[in-house]
């Protein structure tokens, strides 16, 4: 093996990610806006800088590709990305996806993916560190005690960032031509699938902080986006079109077992992040 460059290699699952591939010996390099000065294999890498790409990729054979997170449309930065890796001799490639587009190109940029050589896709459903700070719906949670969601009673199979970061290093390890399970499209969830009063209550249960849960319109829901600082184009879709209408109408209701079978172990149950970070929502001091 070369080495994996990871992209998003700072996030919430890249840089898990990093850690479990440096674990297994593996050589890294962390894509970063701004490269750890202390880290020879981290490196400038910006979606929205092509000149940036090449060096990037250049001696990797393992891309791990988290698409620049809020875009309406991913397909301008990456598709030229994929190009050159292609160009550059990287065999394989590993799509963090979601399990529902959001962006209006996402399956566009998922199809240039398969047709990539060894291309693998994971399609990540709500990831369980949203309820944490700083992402808008966990900073609510934190600062008053209150969820407001357009999804209605509609459940979701949230999942721990971390077991995502350890299903990517279980595809990304074996050898190249390996395709785990003969399977190269994944739907990654965690073990149960909640509605957001579900999982507030998992939260008041593990906190002892009360957690109200109020719905909302689309167009509520999207001006509460808007003022948490997510980009107009982007709340409008997170509100409304797939997004929250779509946990409505039980299109996230879904559950796989992906996670135990590509690692080997169960996914964390919401309860036991709950657990973890429960201090995490205390109430901010007076
Ligand atoms: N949150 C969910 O529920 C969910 C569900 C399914 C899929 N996803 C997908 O998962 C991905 C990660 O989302 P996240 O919210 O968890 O974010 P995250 O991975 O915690 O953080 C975003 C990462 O992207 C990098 N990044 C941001 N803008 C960049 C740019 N212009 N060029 C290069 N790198 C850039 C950041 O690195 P630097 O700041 O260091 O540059 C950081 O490492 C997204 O593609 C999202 O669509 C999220």
């Known amino acids: 093996m070369t080495g994996v460059l990871v992209t998003g290699g700072t996030g919430k699952t ?11 010996g593996v050589p890294v390099r962390v894509a970063s806006r701004n490269p750890a000065a202390d880290d020879p294999d981290a490196i400038r890498f910006d979606w929205d800088d092509p000149a940036t790409h090449p060096a990037a990729l250049d001696g990797q054979d393992r891309v791990f590709v988290v698409p620049p997170v809020q875009s309406v449309d991913p397909m301008p930065s990456v598709g030229p990305f994929l190009a050159e890796a292609q160009r550059l001799g990287v065999r394989k490639v590993v799509l963090l996806d979601s399990a529902i587009p959001l962006a209006p190109r996402a399956p566009e940029l998922a199809a240039q993916v ?4 060894g291309w693998i896709v994971l399609r990540a459903s709500g990831f369980m560190q949203n309820f944490l700070s700083p992402h808008p719906l966990g900073e609510r949670i934190r600062r008053d005690g209150e969820i407001r969601t357009a999804a209605g009673d509609g459940r979701v199979g949230w999942i721990d960032a971390r077991d995502i970061a350890a299903t990517a290093a279980a595809v ?3 050898d190249l031509d390996a395709v ?8 990654l969830t965690g073990p149960q699938a909640l509605s957001y009063p ?5 939260i008041a249960a593990g906190t002892g902080r009360p957690v109200r849960v109020l719905h909302a319109s689309a167009d509520q829901q999207a001006a509460d986006l808007r003022t948490a600082g997510i980009p107009a184009e982007f709340a409008a879709i997170l509100a409304d079109a797939d997004a929250d209408a779509g946990v409505r109408a039980g299109r996230q209701d879904e559950l796989s077992t992906a996670v135990l079978n ?3 172990h169960p996914p964390r149950t919401f309860t036991q992040f709950v657990q973890e970070h429960a201090a995490r929502w205390a109430a901010p001091a007076a």
């Open 180 to 187: 785990p399970g003969d399977q190269r499209d994944y739907l």
């Open 114 to 117: 398969r047709a990539q050589s």
């Open 198 to 202: 579900e999982a507030a209550a998992i």
């Open 262 to 264: 590509l690692t080997g």
């Open 172 to 174: 990304l390890l074996p």
């Open 14 to 24: 890249g840089h898990e990610l990093v850690g479990l591939l440096r674990g297994r």
